[in-house]
Every structure is written in C-alpha cells, then in structure tokens.
C-alpha cells in the first residue's frame, strides 16, 4: 500500500473531528477538513433518540470554513423514512476518498446530518482519515487523549 505507515490501526488511523450535538432540520455539522495528507475518510453518523422525521446524512466538498457547500456524487445515504423508533440507535457510514473530491476543485470536506423537522434527535459525528505521512497521531484531534496500539 503506497504511502502507508507500518502499525497498528491507531497508529494508522486519524481521529479527525468529533461532533455532537441535535440534528434537526437545521444540519448538524461536522468540522471541514482538509483532504490533503489523507487517502482516504470515513465519516460514521450515529444516530441517537431520533423523532419520527426523514434522516439525510451526506459528505460535501466545502471551503476551509465549512460553507461553499458542493455535492459529491455518491456521497450520500439513501434517505431513511420517518420513524419514530426504526432510526434510533443507528449508525451511518460513508467512505470518501481523493479522487471523488476532483471534480469540486475544493480541499474541504464536511458531513452533514439533516431530518425532515424541527425536532430531530440527538447526533454525532465521528470523521476518521488515513494519513500518508507517518503515524495518524501527529494529525489526530485535540480531544484524543490517548492511543493504545
């Protein structure tokens, strides 16, 4: 695997972002990143207590301050229907990886959970980025205290 550092997965593996918080109508974000020094992200939604509301989780190319947003194709989940207990608890995945950011011509990539109401539910974000230079500790985020290999 060209530019991967020999180790474990912590050693390998960026904690990048963390985010909690509602996600509503009015989205919930995660940080924008800069794609640069990673191959490849996973962005894992986890969904708490949700209110019978649509559920839309999607990965957008964006400037460094998380506005400009630009669709990346593919880059979305299919939309979960209303339910007030079939999305609790759930969790939502989607990989990105640098060759679906070409197209954009951005740097940038954020995630975003969105229901179909007011209500929403409580939410969190977790983005994760393999680092091609050297162990991901270097680049991890400021709330990870602490790497067990």
Avoid: W
């Avoid at 794609?35 to 400037?63: H, P, R, S, Y």
């Avoid at 197209?103 to 091609?132: C, D």
Wanted: proline share 3%; charged share 15%.
């Amino acid at each position: 695997m060209s530019g991967a550092h020999a180790g474990s997965p912590g050693e390998n593996i960026a904690v990048l972002d963390f985010t909690s918080g509602t996600a509503s109508s009015t989205p919930l974000q995660s940080a924008a990143v800069r794609f640069k020094d990673f191959g490849k992200m996973l962005f894992i939604a986890n969904l708490g207590d949700m209110a019978a509301e649509t559920i839309d989780f999607a990965v957008v190319a964006c400037n460094s301050g998380g506005t400009g947003d630009t669709t990346i194709t593919g880059k979305a989940v299919t939309q979960l229907a209303a339910n007030a207990s079939a999305n609790d608890n759930k969790q939502l995945v989607i990989a990105v990886d640098e060759a679906d950011l070409i197209a954009s011509g951005l740097e940038y990539v954020q995630a975003k959970i969105t229901t179909g109401g007011a209500t929403g539910g409580l939410a969190s974000i977790v983005t994760l980025g393999t680092h091609f230079n050297g162990p991901a500790s270097g680049v991890d985020a400021s709330s990870v205290v602490q790497i067990v290999p």
